[in-house]
């Protein structure tokens, strides 16, 4: 187990080494860009593409799941689809990093866009109001793209 331990430190839980990992701060993705740039530039793209309401979460010390959503309002489905596009294209550009996976395109009322410590969501107002994820991370704080540096 000690072999598959990348960073952080080891930790003993009952009689079993574990890593741990540091969550005050983001982490970097394989190519070593860091995840505040990668939500930075997502939040960017969306709000060239019109997007209302765009926030980011950090979620560093909350969550291992990932450091970072970003959230943004697509006024229909077609703009939702547009704000992911331009998000594809310009986190590609400026940070060469691609989804690993991206969920909702079909109905594109939450678009889902997920780059591992970084998790884009574009919502329709519908649909965000329904999920409230700024609630339910209601602990984390919340960034308006011109606060987030």
Not at 3 to 20: F, M, N, P, R, Y
Request: charged residues 30%.
């Amino acid at each position: 187990m000690t072999d598959q331990i990348i960073s952080g430190e080891q930790e003993k839980l009952h009689g079993t080494e574990v890593a741990s990992v540091d969550r005050s701060a983001a982490s970097a993705s394989s190519l070593g860009i860091d995840a505040k740039e990668v939500a930075r530039v997502a939040a960017l793209a969306a709000d060239d593409k019109i997007a209302e309401d765009v926030r980011i979460i950090d979620l560093t010390e909350l969550s291992d799941v990932c450091d970072y959503f970003v959230i943004a309002t697509g006024l229909n489905n077609r703009q939702t689809d547009a704000i992911v596009d331009e998000v594809e294209e310009k986190v590609a550009d400026a940070c060469r990093e691609h989804p690993f996976s991206i969920e909702g395109r079909e109905e594109r009322t939450w678009i889902l866009m997920d780059y591992g410590s970084v998790v884009v969501h574009v919502f329709t107002p519908e649909a965000r109001e329904h999920y409230r994820l700024e609630k339910l991370w209601g602990d984390a704080p919340v960034y308006m793209l011109e606060d987030f540096s």
